[in-house]
Nanobody, 126 residues
Framework: QVQLVESGGGLVQAGGSLRLSCAAS????????VGWFRQAPEKERAFVAA????????FYADSVKGRFTISRDNAKKAVNLQMNSLKPEDTSVYYC???????????????????WGQGTQVTVSS
């Protein structure tokens, strides 16, 4: 089992940057792939990015490709999401989630993730 806590959200102007962090506790963190999802008011939770167990493979939603970078440090039990060139449409609550299964065809499905954090708000002003 793994527990996840997100941090780093806030208010930023369009074009700015934020770095979200997901701190994990529990055993065998390196046995979990980790994803970031986001949910805007009255919208469904949407996949943002995912990273494999070792960090060697990453996967992004088309909407953030080239702007966001996901990375992980298993020694620190942390996953980061560097968000650059932010747009107002990036405004959402951002969640990190963990899954023991690395399957590129399924990583964008929230149902694949067994563990979730509480979320951190990101607001991008125009």
């Amino acid at each position: 089992q793994v527990q996840l806590v997100e941090s780093g959200g806030g208010l930023v102007q369009a074009g700015g940057s934020l770095r979200l962090s997901c701190a994990a506790s529990g055993r065998s963190f390196s046995s979990y792939a980790v994803g970031w999802f986001r949910q805007a008011p009255e919208k469904e939770r949407a996949f943002v990015a995912a990273v494999s167990y070792s960090g060697g493979s990453t996967f992004y939603a088309d909407s953030v490709k080239g702007r966001f970078t996901i990375s992980r440090d298993n020694a620190k039990k942390a996953v980061n999401l560097q968000m650059n060139s932010l747009k107002p449409e990036d405004t959402s609550v951002y969640y990190c989630a963990a899954t023991p299964h690395w399957s590129p065809s399924l990583l964008s499905a929230s149902g694949q993730y067994a563990y979730w954090g509480q979320g951190t708000q990101v607001t991008v002003s125009s």
